[in-house]
């Protein structure tokens, strides 16, 4: 089992490195093919403006999306270069309020999506719904890559946050490659339900489940000594030293998580470590 069609949607060089450098780990280590879909981005919103300045906003802004296209074209093109590996980048302009058309019609077509992580400094608009668009209408696993991090063709100890959803059990199903060559994966089990039918063995049935695949795992159960899950799994990650954290995504609306926060939205934030989601 292996992952063999990567892709990444880039739309701005500023964020770039960090997918690009994880999408060739992983190309190398799996064998498998990259692929970059490099966007220009029309941000305006045209009925704002009077009738006679629609078709002049609308040229500019075209010109604009089309150069920034090339431009990550090109970056996206001499990083892909120099790998040793079976690549393809394209370009493309898309207007944002119909970003996730173009994003979800190749994530479907894909094993896994690196990306840069939505929030922090140097992020257009653009960047969120396209994590968003790859989850949801591509149906897609996602691996959000922080700025910094430096690029591993395999995570040797992976933190698996586990709350029984279905969400996190989908998550669980598609980062079973990297699983399954994994040195050590911790379940994490925070403040389980005292009543509950797995009350006396919290994450032992997923843990069978994995056991039978090869995976060498453990199971954390954590209190919640932290408001937020975000937090808790976060400071486990530096305790054990892991490498990768996979987390079902959004189990609570994306509204809801925009405007209240949450532990995708929190976990995206802040994580210091790649972040493999599915929904």
């Not at 990083?79 to 190749?106: F, M, N, P, T, Y």
């Not at 959000?144 to 995570?155: G, I, L, W």
């Not at 039978?212 to 990650?237: A, F, W």
């Not at 990768?244 to 609306?253: E, N, R």
């Amino acid at each position: 089992m292996a992952y063999k069609s990567l892709l990444t949607v880039l739309t701005d060089i500023k964020i770039a490195d960090a997918p690009l450098s994880q999408m060739v780990a992983l190309a190398r280590s799996w064998d498998a093919h990259a692929e970059a879909l490099c966007l220009g981005v029309d941000r305006t919103q045209t009925g704002y403006y009077y009738a006679g300045a629609n078709a002049m906003i609308l040229q500019e802004t075209l010109a604009r999306a089309t150069s920034e296209a090339a431009e990550v074209l090109e970056y996206a093109r001499g990083a892909l270069g120099k790998a040793d590996i079976r690549w393809s980048a394209e370009d493309g302009v898309a207007q944002i309020a119909d970003l996730g058309r173009h994003v979800a019609h190749r994530a479907r077509f894909s094993d896994l999506v690196v990306l840069p992580r939505p929030y922090g400094p140097n992020r257009g608009a653009e960047v969120e719904p396209i994590v968003e668009a790859a989850l949801f209408e591509g149906r897609a696993p996602v691996l959000v890559v922080p700025d910094e991090h430096e690029a591993k063709s395999q995570p040797r100890t992976i933190i698996v946050g586990w709350n029984e959803s279905v969400e996190a059990l989908t998550a669980i199903r598609q980062a079973l490659p990297f699983l399954m060559a994994a040195d050590a994966v911790r379940i994490v089990v925070i403040d389980p339900p005292q009543h509950g039918p797995d009350r006396s063995d919290p994450g032992g049935l997923l843990s069978q489940m994995l056991a039978r695949h090869g995976v060498r795992c453990e199971i954390d159960v954590l209190g919640k000594t932290m408001t937020r899950v975000s937090d808790i799994l976060n400071r486990h990650v530096t305790d054990t030293a892991a490498d990768m954290i996979v987390m079902g995504a959004y189990g609570h609306s994306r509204f809801r998580e925009a405007i209240l926060g949450g532990a995708t939205r929190n976990m995206l934030e802040r994580a210091e470590v790649p972040v493999f989601m599915a929904h």
